[in-house]
Each structure stands twice: as C-alpha cells, then as structure tokens.
C-alpha cells in the first residue's frame, strides 16, 4: 500500500518546510519506509574542524591519555597473547548525551597515536581513514553509540577490537572512560570489558566540548553545468514555479544486517531531479549504518518524477528526500 499526504507547512516548527510524504508498509519485512521530500536541506556543523584544530593537550594531559592507553591495552592482553595479533579501531569518544565533540575527537586521536606507538603493541587503524569513511557515510554519532552499530564499524574496517568511550566534565576537570568492544570466535559476537577510567585537568578542552557530528560539512554542489536550482524557501514561494512530484518510487530495502540489529531511524539524501524526471547525483547528507545509504542511492536512482516548472519551462531542482525505516 502506498499513501501519498501533503503536510501543512504552517503547522511545522522547525526550519525544514516539508511538502510531500510518501509512506510505504512493507508487510513481509515488518517494516516501514517513509520518503520525505524536504524543501530545505540539512547540513552538517560548520567549523568543526576549525575548531578541532584550535585545541591542544598539554604534557600533563598526553601523560594521562598515555596512562589510558596503557590499561587499554592490559585490558586486551588479558584475552589475546600476542600484542600483535590485533588491529584496534578508535571510534570517537561521546559526551554522556551519545554526541560527539571536537574535545571527544582529539582524546581519540590522542589515544590512537599512544596505543600505536609501543613497539611490540597492537596495530592501530588509521583515525584519517576513520574520519573519511564517516565523512562518506555520514552517521550520526548517536547511532555510532550503538553497540550493533560499532560492531558493524569494526567489521568495515576488519578491525579484532574497537575501543569507545565518553568525555565527562567534572569541574576543572575531565573524567574519560574507555572500553573495549572485542570480536569472539568467526565475529559474530563480541564482549565488552569493563569501563576503565581516568581522570585529567580540562585546560583548553572547555573550549571543544560542545555537541557536533562525527562529519564535515558537504561541499556545495557545482549546479552550473546543469542549470539546476536548490528546491528552498525562496523557491516555492514564487507563484509560477510547480514543486517536482514523483510517481514510480519503489522501496529502498532493509538490509539483512540492519533487520538483525532492529535499527530503526531516519536518513536524508539529497538529489537532482532532472528536467526529464529523472533522479540523478544522489548523495547522502545524513545517513544509516549497515548498508542502509547504499539501498536507498540505488533506490532513488530508479525513482521517475514529473519535474519542476517554472514559467511553463521545465526546472532541473536539487531536492533532499528524508527516508525513515522502520521495523514493528
């Protein structure tokens, strides 16, 4: 069944002015999966990285990070005989609020680098490439908290232990607590050890411990060579312009993985739906763990539109489409 509504922008409170809501019920999934077509886009924070790089730790703090990485490393020890016969993954440190921040990111970096510069010690996988497969997949860090969801990031990256914690603030200092999630036998489960807990000065880390995303913003799109337009505000607002609507929309597919992690959640993906209704350039904004981006760019990529129009001529526009997967 397939259930086509127009939403009442008036009646919206946030800044996303919503104009189309298509709802698919998937009975043999047990499933739903609800396309939103978005007049206003989403974009990651701005100047994160900036000021990411504006922070440092001191002597003092990389001692503690080093002390950290020490008991990490007995605590791994404790399972593995040979130190290295392991690749550790660093994901991102979280506030306790599950989001990430540029304190959290530089603790893990911090981290990292201490866990992979003992001789005989584990291997350490690359923060860089951490940092770019999320700018790809662009996951929320609150999904990333998620223990099905880290086992899953340890496996893209063939990782045998994935190391996460949490930054806390506690008066002029900072409280940061690491674990250890481990892979058992084939992979298909894992433990997790104890929190292991140490305690460090906060110095200029005050000036990095608000909420962000584990990404940097996306690039702006070159519309040039198409002659495309954002679909915004300003553009539906004009009388003579008729919004794009889609009428060939199959389901993008829960993936086997996401089914058996019971994910449930929201993804947006920004697109061109072109002057012949066509979707094309599809890219995620906001995306899903276990496949879930993948399924829904090839999904839309099939998808057939009436296009916009604006003064009689057909628009080429840059639509962002909110994709929400639900299981019951």
Not at 44 to 51: H, I, L, T
Not at 153 to 182: C, I, P, W
Request: with cysteine.
């Amino acid at each position: 069944m397939i259930l086509c509504r127009l939403w009442d922008s008036s009646s919206m409170t946030n800044k996303m002015f919503i104009k189309q809501r298509f709802l698919r019920i998937c009975p043999s999934l047990r499933c739903a999966v609800v396309v939103v077509c978005l007049a206003v886009g989403v974009s990651a924070r701005s100047g994160a990285q900036e000021q990411k790089d504006s922070l440092s730790l001191t002597p003092e703090q990389e001692r503690v990070i080093y002390n950290l990485a020490r008991a990490v490393q007995n605590e791994i020890k404790k399972e593995r005989c040979s130190p290295s016969a392991y690749e550790i993954l660093v994901t991102n440190f979280a506030l306790p609020s599950g989001q990430t921040c540029s304190a959290c990111i530089l603790v893990s970096d911090a981290l990292a680098k201490a866990l992979g510069e003992s001789s005989s010690g584990p291997e350490v996988i690359s923060r860089a490439s951490l940092g770019t497969f999320l700018d790809h997949e662009r996951i929320s860090s609150q999904f990333l908290r998620d223990r099905e969801t880290m086992k899953w990031l340890g496996h893209q990256f063939h990782a045998t232990q994935v190391v996460f914690g949490v930054v806390k603030l506690e008066n002029d200092s900072v409280r940061l607590q690491a674990q250890v999630l481990e892979y058992e036998g084939n992979g298909d489960s894992t433990r997790t050890s104890k929190g292991i807990s140490v305690k460090m000065p906060l110095g200029n880390l005050a000036n990095g411990l608000s909420a962000r995303e584990s990404f940097q913003a996306l690039a702006k799109r070159d519309l040039s060579l198409i002659n495309a337009v954002p679909l915004d505000a300003s553009l539906t607002a004009q009388k003579n312009t008729k919004l794009p609507g889609c009428f060939y929309m199959p389901n993008p597919q829960y993936t086997q993985a996401a089914r058996e992690a019971k994910l449930s959640g929201s993804l947006i993906v920004e697109a061109i739906v072109t002057r012949q209704g066509t979707v094309i350039d599809p890219r995620i904004v906001r995306g899903l763990p276990f496949g879930l981006n993948e399924n829904s760019i090839e999904t839309l990529k099939t998808w057939r539109c009436k296009p916009a129009v604006q003064n009689g001529e057909p628009l080429a526009v840059v639509v962002p489409f909110e994709v929400t997967f639900r299981l019951y």
